[in-house]
Structures are given as C-alpha cells and as structure tokens.
C-alpha cells in the first residue's frame, strides 16, 4: 500500500458523475379529463443502492452497499449494457463532500506482463497495479461465479481501512472511467433522465485459434468452397 500515494486522487465537493439503471418508472400525465400512466426515469431512491438488497459487486460482498458510479453518461449506459428496445434510467450524481480515490487507471492498456526474469523494483510495482485495474476493469456477467469477485472485494477492504473513499478504474464498455464510492450516501442525485434503446454496436475479436471438423474440411477443399 505504500505505493497507492502516487495514485491518491483528491475529488471536491460538488463534483458531477453519473449512474444507469436498466429499465424505467412510471409518471401520470393528464390529457383532457383522463389521466395516463407513461414511462418515466425511475424514482429516486430506485437509483440509488438498495441497502436491504445489495447484491455482489467488484467491491462489495453481498449485503454491504456501494455506490457505483462513471465519469460520464455514454460510459454509465454502456457498464449496464442494455438490450434493444430497453429504457435506461441514468442519474446525474453530485458529491456531498471531498473524497479521497484511488485511481487504479495510471497504466491502463499499458499490456499483458510477461517476464522470463525477475523485473526491477520499479516494474514489478507497475504489473501489479496494472493487474489491479484489468481485475476492476474485467465487464461483470451474470454467469460470473461470486468468487470471482473475492479478490476485488478484499483489495477495496484494503483501500477502504487505508482511508480511501472509493476506487476509480477505466471502464472496458464505455469511454470513461468508472468509480466506486464505499460510503453509498458520499454522493447524491441531483436529477434523472430516461432513455430509450435504439441499437447497439458490439465488436469482437477471435479469442482463440480455430478448430476444423476433418470430413468436412477435405468435402470443403474438393469442392472449391469457402471457409465459413
């Protein structure tokens, strides 16, 4: 922890940051004599953490809340990863005083490390804390087992008893970054807005080498017929 100074990030108060939540309120509009019930952003105790029901996260074990949050609303939208046709309810939060974070993004996208020796003092600090962040960063799925989350959730115990209030990392989904506030209260909402999902844009990389089913690769290459 002794080298977290350099990575001490000091937010005042006051300072804007946003959250999205997939899906939507209900507001009452009234057209002549009748009254309508229409979509709307949600209310705002549904945008912020349920402390009855937290579930697990990158920083926090069931049950125990955090606030998470993005540096902008484009970021915020896409950590929820919504589906076509979806609403998304996205708050635009203010600090309610100074925090301390730790901001685990210095050398994001800096590589993979791979060492065939030991590295000097001065590397060996900038792997881990480049494997701290890919740890924060990683896009969180619903097939993830909670124990995936254990080693996050106990580095931001560390941060947290070391006195930070929260932890910044570079988001994957977005173009922003995100952070998470250990105390759900230290920032509030100020407003909310409701979007509707019109499409979205996925990009991909072959993560692994092909494999060729051999009767139908040789049928393939008689016939002249182009790979799939």
């Known amino acids: 922890m002794a080298t977290s100074e350099g990575r001490r990030r000091e937010v005042p108060e006051g300072r804007i940051f946003w959250r999205a939540q997939v ?28 402390p009855d029901a937290a579930i697990e996260g990158r ?3 069931k049950g125990i809340s955090c606030l998470y949050l993005a540096t902008d609303k484009k970021t915020a939208k896409a950590e929820v990863r919504p589906s076509v046709g979806t609403y998304v309810s996205v708050g635009q939060f203010k600090t309610m005083r100074p925090l301390a974070l730790l901001d685990c993004s ?23 804390w480049n494997d701290i962040d890919r ?31 929260g932890v910044v990392y570079k988001s994957n989904l977005g173009p922003g ?8 209260n230290a920032a509030d909402i100020i407003n909310c807005r409701l979007y509707s999902v019109k499409s979205v844009v996925y990009k991909y990389d072959e ?11 040789e049928q393939k290459t008689k016939t002249g017929q182009d790979d799939v």
């Not at 210095?106 to 881990?128: I, K, M, Q, T, W």
């Not at 969180?140 to 209030?165: H, W």
Request: glycine residues 4%; aromatic residues 16%.
């Open 23 to 50: 899906g939507h309120g209900w507001e009452k509009i009234q057209q002549d004599d009748d009254e309508f019930e229409v979509p709307g952003p949600y209310h705002q105790d549904r945008m912020r953490p349920l």
């Open 59 to 61: 920083a926090n074990p």
């Open 106 to 128: 210095v050398s994001h996208n800096s590589g993979f490390n791979l060492y065939f020796e030991e590295p000097d003092v001065e590397e060996r600090e900038r792997a881990v």
């Open 135 to 165: 740890a924060f960063s990683e896009p969180v799925t619903v097939s993830d087992s909670t124990a995936d989350y254990a080693p996050t959730q106990i580095l931001s115990e560390l941060f947290k008893r070391k006195g930070y209030d």
């Open 177 to 184: 970054f995100n952070l998470v506030l250990f105390d759900p």
């Open 207 to 217: 993560a692994s080498n092909p494999y060729f089913v051999k009767k139908y690769y």
